[in-house]
T-cell receptor
Framework: AQSVTQLGSHVSVSEGALVLLRCNYS??????LFWYVQYPNQGLQLLLK??????LVKGINGFEAEFKKSETSFHLTKPSAHMSDAAEYFC????????????FGKGTTLSVSS | GAGVSQTPSNKVTEKGKYVELRCDPI?????LYWYRQSLGQGPEFLIY????????DSGLPNDRFFAVRPEGSVSTLKIQRTERGDSAVYLC?????????????FGQGTRLTVV
């Protein structure tokens, strides 16, 4: 069965520091990979997605993620954190075996301090 | 509407009661999904509609849960004989076609508390 593991339920960084949120997946077929962000009292919002092609994907708000098949990873990064990046981040996978439904990780809460 | 709308935003019910949760998807979106998010967990898939029909209901936990989408737009998730373990945030999402690489837009969810 497909699964997603997000290492670290809580990550804290200083404003201006590098953000790295880790995501590993398991899938027996090439996956589609997604990162969603959830701000307080708001719905999930798509940050970026990988389907095919270029393995480095750029998303909104300066975030990017790289699909590494050999490592079964799709880590999310941002060079310089901003206070407004504080939120909960979810990695998700979708593939043929799972139909079109998304399988989510448990989420990582990002805190940004000044 | 501009986005996916879910009502009510909060629902408190007594154990054993029946509840209905409503989802208004983005106009024109044929695909609609229900997910459940328990505290400290990511969303878990419940059911997927393509138009009026349930294309995949493999995530429904048991026969107390049922969902409909009679006109291919608004959907209602129905829970019978609620249990305290049903307490969670129920999320609805819609996408234009339901293809695997199409973006799903989420509502803000309905927080269900069973007391």
């Amino acid at each position: 069965a497909q699964s997603v593991t997000q290492l670290g339920s809580h990550v804290s960084v200083s404003e201006g520091a590098l953000v790295l949120l880790r995501c590993n997946y398991s899938s027996s077929v090439p996956p589609y990979l997604f990162w969603y962000v959830q701000y307080p009292n708001q719905g999930l919002q798509l940050l970026l997605k990988y389907t095919t092609g270029a393995t480095l994907v750029k998303g909104i708000n300066g975030f990017e993620a790289e699909f590494k098949k050999s490592e079964t990873s799709f880590h999310l990064t941002k060079p310089s954190a901003h206070m407004s990046d504080a939120a909960e981040y979810f990695c998700a996978v979708s593939d043929i075996q799972a139909g079109t439904a998304l399988i989510f990780g448990k989420g990582t809460t990002l805190s940004v301090s000044s | 509407g501009a986005g996916v709308s879910q009502t009510p935003s909060n629902k408190v019910t007594e154990k054993g009661k029946y509840v209905e949760l409503r989802c208004d998807p983005i106009s024109g979106h044929t695909a609609l999904y229900w997910y459940r998010q328990s505290l400290g967990q990511g969303p878990e898939f419940l059911i997927y509609f393509q138009g009026t029909g349930a294309a995949d209901d493999s995530g429904l936990p048991n026969d107390r849960f049922f969902a409909v989408r009679p006109e291919g737009s608004v959907s209602t998730l129905k829970i019978q004989r609620t249990e305290r373990g049903d307490s969670a945030v129920y999320l609805c999402a819609s996408s234009a076609t339901g293809g695997q690489n199409t973006e799903a837009f989420f509502g803000q969810g309905t927080r269900l508390t069973v007391v």
